[in-house]
């Protein structure tokens, strides 16, 4: 896998698999427990839906456990007026004059319709590093590039108030 996390995106997976293991699994447990109870699991529905429950659950565990040990942890490098992972930017795209506003954020914590663009997408990569009035090219792919005026940076503190997204 090989994600780039932060300190505070590995805790809080820390903290998931913790309460996981510790309430959901005795949770899942016990409904498996009660639905064997009612008899025949040929046609008991209870029976496979709290398997499926149960399932899932080791398999995030697992996940994330995974990606704990595989990820590389990084820190923000960028200058304090600069561009970087956890800062907030607001850039006007060339083309039309809009205005976004973005946070740039882990890839675990990507989340594009709440505005958290990943360091790793293409406008992530191009805006890393610029400053306030910088004009960023941004190539999507070979038949998609646009230009943005970086229009302000702000520090962003790495806050819980971003969930980790779930799979």
Known sequence: ??????????????????????????????????????????????YYAAKKYKNQ?????????????????????????????????????????????????TTIRNNPLQGLISIESPIGKALAGHKEGDTVHVKVSDSVEYDVIVKKVENTPDDDSIAIRKF
């Open 1 to 46: 896998m090989n994600d780039r996390l932060t300190r505070n995106d590995i805790r809080k997976m820390e903290e998931e698999i913790e309460h996981r293991k510790l309430v959901v699994r005795k949770e899942a447990l016990e409904q498996v427990k009660e639905a064997r109870a009612q008899g025949d699991l040929s046609e008991n529905f209870e």
């Open 57 to 105: 659950n080791e398999s995030r565990i697992r996940y994330l456990e995974r990606m704990i040990k595989t990820a590389q942890i990084i820190e923000d490098e960028a200058g304090e007026d600069e561009i970087g992972l956890n800062k907030t930017v607001e850039v006007e795209f060339v083309d039309d004059g809009t205005t976004e506003v973005y946070r740039l954020v």
